[in-house]
């Protein structure tokens, strides 16, 4: 399916498997602010910095190479998707808490990087909702994921579902896609629940 992510697991391992210093959320959330920006970044300029400072040979920098690839074959199809299928490269939910939380710190704080990197122009020349997205994004970059084991599973989904739309709120408004009707990119209600 054109719009499929590959696992996380693998991807994570992928990198690993390479010396790349980032992992599969940080990558994933880089790519995001990366397409966020205006102008084109294609595959290349995005693995080259994923796998910066590192000299991958043989099969384990192939199989590096593919997940990457489907990784940004999948998120763009996801951002570009006329229903919003856009999702989070993130661990299994089974996964404990802390870990989810860490995860999403470094999503974040990837997403923050992929777009201060490409994006030309001051904060000031942002809408103000975009500015308020790029602020909780700041505060979830910085998780504390000791903290964050005494939150609930259902504040946890919250936040990835804040982060989903905030991107897609960002990129409507930095990079307008023409769609068939205009998109209601409402954050949802956060329910009082926070991530610290």
Known sequence: ???????????????????????????QGMLCGMLSATGDVG??????QVL????????PARRCLELLAGTY?????????SNLDFRLMLPADETDVPLLAEALGTWAGGYLY????????????LPEDVL?????????????SEAAAET??????????FLRVAVLL????????????????KAPDSGGRTLH
């Open 1 to 27: 399916m054109k719009g499929e992510l590959p696992d996380f697991d693998a991807l994570e391992q992928a990198l690993r498997d390479v010396g790349a210093a980032m992992g599969a959320a940080e990558a």
């Open 43 to 48: 595959p290349a300029a995005w693995i080259a």
């Open 52 to 59: 910066d400072g590192t000299e991958p040979k043989g099969e």
């Open 73 to 81: 074959q999948g998120t763009l199809a996801g951002l570009e998707d």
């Open 114 to 125: 992929g777009l201060g990197n490409v994006r030309s122009g001051s904060d000031a020349d």
């Open 132 to 144: 308020e997205a790029l602020n909780t994004l700041s505060e979830i970059a910085r998780v504390d």
């Open 152 to 161: 609930d599973r259902a504040a946890y989904e919250e936040v990835v579902e």
């Open 170 to 185: 960002v990129r409507e408004q930095l990079r307008p896609v023409k769609r068939e009707q205009p998109v209601d990119l």
